[in-house]
Nanobody, 112 residues
């Protein structure tokens, strides 16, 4: 059974950094893409970034381009989202998704 567990969220000050992790278990295919999404209070869930394990290609939403970096460690079945230069607008619950399966999410709060 495919399962995803996110961690690494917390409270950060504007301009600060956090690194999120998504551990994937139960995946039977070697070819897939993992996406990070976020949902702020009162807003729809939106795509933030994704990475393909097939060719390593990445995608970033305009709102995070240049500040966030997605990476993967296939040996650890983990995908990371390094978030730098955080802004209050980055406050949200962050989720990872693989093949339509969601993790439980991790809260990121950016506030002074």
């Amino acid at each position: 059974q495919l399962q995803l567990v996110e961690s690494g969220g917390g409270l950060a000050r504007p301009g600060g950094s956090l690194r999120l992790s998504c551990v994937v278990s139960g995946l039977t295919s070697d070819v897939y893409a993992i996406g990070w999404f976020r949902q702020a209070p009162g807003k729809e869930r939106e795509g933030v970034s994704s990475i393909s394990t097939m060719d390593g290609s990445t995608y970033y939403a305009d709102s995070v381009f240049g500040r966030f970096t997605i990476s993967r460690d296939n040996a650890k079945n983990t995908v990371y989202l390094q978030m730098n230069s955080l802004k209050p607008d980055d406050t949200a619950v962050y989720y990872c998704n693989v093949l339509g399966v969601w993790g439980q999410g991790t809260q990121v709060t950016v506030s002074s």
